[in-house]
């Protein structure tokens, strides 16, 4: 096995450092999943997440100047580490003004992502700052837990409001109660509600529109399905909003399927990085 | 607006209706006073009254003249209800505090009496939030008794000054003391803390001091953790008179002026401290 890779533009830098920070406000642990043309960073709902799950997907070649991957074998050419993103992160933010940044899997005590970041310096000689981020390999026959995952059968696709007022109303709701439920239909109209003793809340969105999946996407709903019809979902309120704190990139298209009564699906799309979020409903 | 989604029938049902171009006219000056979680409301022709109680000891209210509200319909004399401060100014900054100048959040605040909850309908750049808060019967507010006639000492002074002062009280102090006396030291806020004891002096003829009316010294000693409340108060307002009355009892009162230029009043009401009477 063997993996290298450069980051020399200073953009795709920070994109990559903004990226690895999102992904390190949602968990404290996934699977970093390397391929010739991708990154992945993945997390599979367990019991212990709550039953959230999250697939983060970067263009390589949007990112990086040099990319070598040797993977675990030649039929499968993929490299599958389980990391703590937040160490990635750490590393990242020492090299902010870095002139390249490399990236390569060693060998230490234990299996390591290095990175060395070259630091401008004064002097003509560079500063290079390195660090050794543990990892640990995650065996072949352990990588079917870590697939893309399949886009549920939703009933209703609708496009998210704002995410600056989505995330001012999910803050305030999160005072006041520990769920939420998330209703949409196919007409555009979004309402976020909450129920409890002492207070009720509903906060209506409309206009948001509805994302065109046609042919190729798994649009249960019939032809004949009523569009003012709402489909719901109840969630956990500090789910959705740490997803939505956690996020550094601003996506140019933010949207969510919901399976009724089951899943919460949100996806983010950026040029050169998707990122996909389930969390599954309250029981 | 959210009033155009309200047919005549809704309308007709509430017993109290106010209404603000911008929320933040009502959730600032409720955060002036929001260190407990219940507030009791009431509402006249004159206006919103909104009490906050401490321990029996203290008392804060944040008058809301009519004239604020573009809509204000009260049919009946007095309207009463108490309400979760903390959850109204939760449903009330919903949509959180929007720096973009122009930008504000609408309300109407609706009140169909006892038993019904307090409905918010709240609009923002076309987006609706509606809130419904549970209400219970208002408690009797405390009645200090205090009256101009048996004011003793009075100053009003430019908020400036004393911002500062509140911002550095030493917290470890268990007391405020105030001396008002029409001689030297004048105006004099005192602590008396781990670090030592700390004097803040605000002579008679200072800039800040608008107002002097001290007939006689008179020292008295206010629990910090009572008092400290009303620092945020304080950061609102431009003006503040201090009075105190025969038995040592403390008004605070604070003229704040809101987004639009408007005046409204907050007052604090509190006790001396007992131990000192023993001396």
Not at chain 1, 61 to 84: C, K, M, R, Y
Not at chain 1, 179 to 188: D, K, P, R, Y
Not at chain 2, 46 to 67: M, P, R, W, Y
Not at chain 2, 268 to 276: L, S
Request: one cysteine or more.
């Amino acid at each position: 096995m063997k993996f290298r890779a450069k980051i020399i533009d200073v953009g795709c830098l920070n994109h990559f450092t903004r990226v690895v920070n999102t992904v390190s406000r949602l968990t404290k642990a996934c699977v970093l999943r390397l391929t010739c043309d991708h990154l992945y960073f993945v997390l599979s709902g367990r019991v212990a997440s709550g039953g959230v799950s999250m697939w983060c997907e970067l263009s390589q070649g949007n990112f990086f100047d040099e990319f070598q991957l040797e993977g675990v074998s030649a039929d499968a050419n993929e490299i599958l580490l389980e990391v703590a993103p937040e160490n990635l992160s750490r590393a990242l933010k020492t090299a902010q003004n870095a002139k390249s940044v490399k990236i390569k899997l060693t060998k230490k005590s234990s299996a390591c992502l290095t990175l060395a970041a070259e630091l401008p310096s004064l002097s003509s000689v560079s500063r290079v700052v390195t660090h050794d981020i543990p990892v640990d390999v995650i065996p072949r026959r352990l990588w079917h837990d870590f697939r893309e995952p399949q886009m549920p059968d939703f009933d209703v696709s609708i496009y998210l409001p704002p995410l600056k007022t989505l995330k001012s109303v999910v803050d305030r709701m999160k005072n006041l109660s520990n769920s939420l439920v998330l209703e949409a239909n196919l007409n555009g109209e979004m309402n976020l509600k909450i129920d409890t003793d002492l207070v009720s809340v509903t906060t209506h969105f409309k206009d948001l529109g509805n994302p065109p999946w046609g042919d190729d996407g798994s649009q249960s709903s019939s032809p004949h399905r009523d569009p003012e019809l709402m489909t719901e979902v109840c969630v956990d309120i500090r789910k959705l909003q740490q997803f939505l704190t956690g996020q550094q990139v601003h996506p140019s298209r933010a949207m969510c399927n919901i399976v009724d009564r089951r899943i919460l699906h949100l996806i983010f799309l950026h040029e050169d990085v998707s990122l996909q979020y389930f969390i599954p409903a309250l029981a | 607006m959210p009033l155009s989604t309200q047919s005549q029938a809704d309308i007709d049902q509430y017993i109290l209706i106010a209404s603000l171009d911008n929320a933040r006219n009502l959730s600032n000056i409720l955060k002036a006073i929001s260190f407990r979680d219940h507030a009791i409301f009431n509402a006249t022709q004159n206006g919103l009254k909104v009490t906050v109680e401490d321990s029996k000891c203290l008392q804060a209210n944040a008058f809301i003249q009519a004239d604020i509200f573009q809509e204000y319909i009260i049919k009946e004399d007095t309207v009463g209800f108490q309400v979760n401060l903390t959850v109204l100014l939760d449903c009330l900054t919903i949509f959180g505090g929007s720096t973009v100048p122009g930008v504000c959040t609408a309300l109407r605040m609706c009140y169909n009496g006892y038993g019904y909850p307090l409905t918010l309908f709240l609009e923002e750049g076309g987006v609706v939030t509606v809130c419904k808060i549970n209400t219970q019967e208002p408690e009797e507010p405390i009645d200090f008794d205090f009256c101009s006639t048996n004011v003793t000492n009075k100053v009003i002074l430019q908020s400036d000054s004393l911002k500062e002062a509140f911002s550095e009280l030493d917290m470890t102090s268990e007391v405020l003391q105030i001396t008002m006396s029409p001689s030297h030291p004048y105006f004099r806020l005192s602590t008396f803390g781990n670090s030592g004891n700390a004097h803040y002096d605000y002579p008679k003829d200072s800039d800040m001091m608008e107002l002097f009316q001290c007939t006689k010294i008179q020292t008295s000693r206010y629990k910090m953790s009572l008092l400290k409340p009303s620092t945020k108060a304080l950061a609102l307002s431009c003006k503040v008179s201090v009075r105190t009355d025969s038995r040592g009892f403390l008004s605070l009162q604070y003229l704040v002026r809101n987004d639009d230029g408007q005046i409204c009043f907050v007052e604090y009401y509190c006790c001396p401290d007992e131990e000192v009477e023993e001396e």
